[in-house]
């Protein structure tokens, strides 16, 4: 079976510093994995994914996050957040048959001025 | 692309009653996924269509919920004898057979 483990449910920054999400997962098999963006009362928005390849993923928005394998994880990073980068984070695994997304619980990153 | 589409995107009922929600999924996205999103929980997997056949469900769709795909387009999830914990945004998603899912905005259900 699969899971993920977001290991901050709130993150507060201020506007123009660094911020990294964590988050670990857990799979017998290969993965892929992926980070979605949810701002209120809407939909899921893909971030980035990492399905092969480069370790080092590049999202839209200026996200960035790298696959460790040995560590299981799968950190979403941003170098400068902005306001509008408050929103809730879901990070996503799932198995290389594709089926269904397991989600983690979410971190809410919440900028301020 | 027009996206994957939900309707209603809000709905308000009585417990006991029946709802029905639709999502349409981008043109030619051959599979379509619903999951259930609760309060600050993450997107909970309920079913998963691969055109028009039903190719799994989730131990979480009880025997009052069921989901079709006539001619593997839109689709349809309906709760029968709605309960207050089935208050949930009910999240629709619909790929190719490549590996990204695409979501909609999600229907929001509030059972009183």
């Known amino acids: 079976a699969q899971s993920v483990t977001q290991l901050d449910s709130q993150v507060p920054v201020f506007e123009e510093a660094p911020v990294e999400l964590r988050c670990n997962y857990s799979?017998?098999?290969?993965?892929?994995l992926f980070w979605y963006v949810q701002y209120p009362n809407q939909g899921l928005q893909l971030l980035l994914k990492?399905?092969?390849?480069?370790?080092l993923v590049k999202g839209i928005n200026g996200f960035e996050a790298e696959f460790n394998k040995s560590q299981t994880s799968f950190h979403l990073r941003k170098p400068s957040v902005h306001i509008s980068d408050t929103a809730e984070y879901f990070c996503?695994?799932?198995?290389?048959?594709?089926?269904?997304?397991?989600f983690g619980k979410g971190t809410t990153l919440s900028v301020s001025s | 692309d027009t996206g994957v589409s939900q309707n209603p995107r809000h709905k308000i009922t009585k417990r006991g009653q029946n709802v029905t929600f639709r999502c349409d999924p981008i043109?030619?996205?051959?599979?379509l996924y619903w999951y259930r999103q609760t309060l600050g929980q993450g997107p909970e997997f309920l079913t998963y269509?691969?055109?028009?056949?039903?190719?799994?469900k989730s131990r979480l769709l009880s025997d009052r919920f069921s989901a079709e795909r006539p001619k593997g387009s839109f689709s349809t999830l309906e709760i029968q004898r709605t309960e207050q914990g089935d208050s949930a945004m009910y999240l629709c998603?619909?790929?190719?057979?490549?590996?990204?899912?695409?979501f909609g905005p999600g229907t929001r259900l509030l059972v009183l």
């Open positions: 998603a619909s790929r190719t057979d490549q590996e990204t899912q695409y």
């Open positions: 799979s017998s098999v290969s993965v892929y």
């Open positions: 990492y399905l092969s390849g480069s370790t």
């Open positions: 996503a695994v799932s198995g290389q048959a594709g089926t269904a997304l397991i």
């Open positions: 043109s030619e996205h051959n599979r």
């Open positions: 269509f691969q055109n028009e056949a039903q190719l799994e």
